[in-house]
C-alpha cells in the first residue's frame, strides 16, 4: 500500500515513472517489510527525484490518497487483475508481457464504429 501511495503521490509532482520504475527495481532490495524504513526510504527516492518533500510527504500520510488506493485495488480485483502487466482491451483482459503483435492482431480485430 505505501508504494501505490507513494507513486500516487509522486504523479501529483510528474514523477510517477521515475517513482513507479525505481520502487519495482528496488523492491525487498531497498525497501518492503519494515514500514518506518520503507517510508524513509520512499521519501529519499522522492526527494532524489527534486520532489517537493512536505508536499510528498503529506500526500503520504493523507488518508484519502490511501482510500482512493483501495478504490483502485477493489476495481482491479472486480475486473479480474491480480498482477501486472495486465491490459484491458476493448473488454478482453490481457495477462503478461505480451508482443506487440499480439496487440496488433487484437487492435486489427475490433470494429470501429463511424
Given at each position: 500500500?505505501?508504494?501505490?501511495?507513494?507513486?500516487?503521490?509522486?504523479?501529483?509532482?510528474?514523477?510517477?515513472?521515475?517513482?513507479?520504475?525505481?520502487?519495482?527495481?528496488?523492491?525487498?532490495?531497498e525497501w518492503?517489510?519494515?514500514?518506518?524504513?520503507?517510508?524513509?526510504?520512499?521519501?529519499?527516492?522522492?526527494?532524489?527525484?527534486?520532489?517537493?518533500?512536505?508536499?510528498?510527504?503529506?500526500?503520504?500520510?493523507?488518508?484519502?490518497?490511501?482510500?482512493?488506493?483501495?478504490?483502485?485495488?477493489?476495481?482491479?480485483?472486480?475486473?479480474?487483475?491480480?498482477?501486472?502487466?495486465?491490459?484491458?482491451?476493448?473488454?478482453?483482459?490481457?495477462r503478461?508481457?505480451?508482443?506487440?503483435?499480439?496487440?496488433?492482431?487484437?487492435?486489427?480485430?475490433?470494429?470501429?464504429?463511424?
Amino acid at each position: 500500500m505505501l508504494a501505490a501511495v507513494g507513486a500516487r503521490c509522486a504523479a501529483d509532482q510528474g514523477a510517477f515513472w521515475p517513482m513507479s520504475e525505481r520502487l519495482f527495481a528496488t523492491h525487498r532490495v531497498e525497501w518492503g517489510g519494515v514500514p518506518r524504513r520503507d517510508r524513509a526510504v520512499i521519501v529519499e527516492f522522492a526527494a532524489e527525484f527534486g520532489l517537493d518533500g512536505p508536499t510528498f510527504e503529506a500526500c503520504l500520510d493523507d488518508p484519502a490518497v490511501e482510500e482512493a488506493v483501495r478504490l483502485e485495488q477493489q476495481a482491479a480485483q472486480q475486473l479480474g487483475i491480480n498482477s501486472t502487466p495486465n491490459f484491458l482491451v476493448n473488454g478482453r483482459l490481457l495477462r503478461g508481457a505480451l508482443s506487440l503483435r499480439v496487440f496488433e492482431d487484437l487492435l486489427n480485430q475490433i470494429e470501429i464504429a463511424p
